[in-house]
């Protein structure tokens, strides 16, 4: 299994990116995914997560409201839409999966990890 990110880079706060994170080496299209987060000197973070059939949304505080995450079935592509962002949200943000049922979704237990994308908001 392996997980590749991109959309990082820099942005002025109140400016938006997008994350994107493609999956492969996984047959099923069902299953849990997530993106973290994480700045020096801070435990890692989960900003977001989902089910990939759709449900299952959960947001960290910090992000509701401004951050929405989604998946491509077809695609096995997941996404991190990011608005107004703040220099807080300026960390390393990571995907990951875990091929468990829906109800766990919302943990911190990833099996699969992306090599990160770097977000700078300034």
């Known amino acids: 299994v392996q997980l590749v990110e991109s959309g990082g880079g820099s942005v002025q706060a109140g400016g938006s990116l997008r994350l994107s994170c493609v999956l492969s080496?996984?047959?099923?299209?069902?299953?849990?995914m997530a993106w973290f987060r994480q700045s020096p000197g801070t435990e890692r973070e989960r900003v977001a997560s989902?089910?990939?059939?759709?449900?299952?949304?959960d947001y960290a505080d910090s992000v509701k409201g401004r951050f929405t995450i989604s998946h491509d079935n077809a695609k096995y592509t997941l996404t991190l839409q990011m608005n107004s962002l703040k220099p807080e949200d300026t960390a390393m943000y990571y995907c990951?999966?875990?091929?468990?049922?829906?109800?766990?979704?919302?943990?911190?237990?990833?099996?699969?990890w992306g090599q990160g994308t770097q977000v700078t908001v300034s």
């Open positions: 080496g996984y047959n099923s299209n069902r299953y849990c």
């Open positions: 989902m089910w990939t059939a759709g449900t299952n949304l």
């Open positions: 990951a999966a875990r091929f468990a049922g829906p109800s766990l979704c919302a943990s911190t237990d990833y099996a699969y």
